[in-house]
T-cell receptor, first 114, second 110 residues
């Protein structure tokens, strides 16, 4: 059972480039999330989805876009990369079970924008 | 902006001691609270959840909740070097959306 799989694990971008971080889960979870974590900081929610076709903004959505065409996949698109987007990105998923608070995280994608 | 506040530490304790980690939150309507552990370079993992006032124990871990004071804590008894990690407090703001604190780094020395 793979859980939550993120690719790539590491990436260096130049300012102004674009890229997509991939996230897939095989647990049939309804909820999926993208968080970013800056050094020494907590997790900030970028976007989340409560099911296929439904997405919504989190705390820090600017500069990012998402889509959710299937239950399994939740890619995060970075347009016009900026140094402020240098961070570790975590994708997570959870079930519809009431308020368990258990998010299953991927291993993270470390992005550097130079 | 709903906030979750934690002391960033590091909190240093000797092996075998009790480590006490604290967290305050701003949204008085919050109903569920969680502690995640994150080892350096790894992803967070859930270790405790608490929903009602009082204490909840699970092995060496005890979570404490005081909704009137908007305060959550995590006690780790008989601390081990393997407990050295960053502990993230998280609050459910609805629709399974968690707001995380910045985390407290715990160092347990042998």
């Amino acid at each position: 059972n793979a859980g939550v799989t993120q690719t790539p694990k590491f990436r260096i971008l130049k300012i102004g480039q674009s890229m997509t971080l991939q996230c897939a889960q095989d647990m049939n979870h309804n909820y999926m999330y993208w968080y970013r974590q800056d050094p020494g900081m907590g997790l900030k929610l970028i976007y989340y989805s409560v099911g296929a076709g439904i997405t919504d903004k989190g705390e820090v959505p600017n500069g990012y876009n998402v889509s959710r065409s299937t239950t399994e996949d939740f890619p995060l698109r970075l347009e016009l990369a900026a140094p402020s987007q240098t961070s570790v990105y975590f994708c997570a998923s959870s079930t519809l079970a009431a308020n368990t608070g258990e998010l299953f995280f991927g291993e993270g994608s470390r992005l550097t924008v130079l | 902006q709903k906030e979750v506040e934690q002391n960033s530490g590091p909190l240093s304790v000797p092996e075998g001691a009790i480590a006490s980690l604290n967290c305050t939150y701003s949204d008085r309507g919050s109903q569920s609270f969680f502690w995640y552990r994150q080892y350096s370079g790894k992803s967070p993992e859930l270790i405790m959840s608490i929903y009602s006032n009082g204490d909840k124990e699970d092995g060496r871990f005890t979570a404490q909740l005081n909704k009137a004071s908007q305060y959550v804590s995590l006690l780790i008894r008989d601390s081990q070097p393997s407990d050295s990690a960053t502990y993230l407090c998280a609050v459910n703001t609805g629709f399974q959306k968690l707001v995380f604190g910045t985390g407290t780094r715990l160092l347990v020395s042998p």
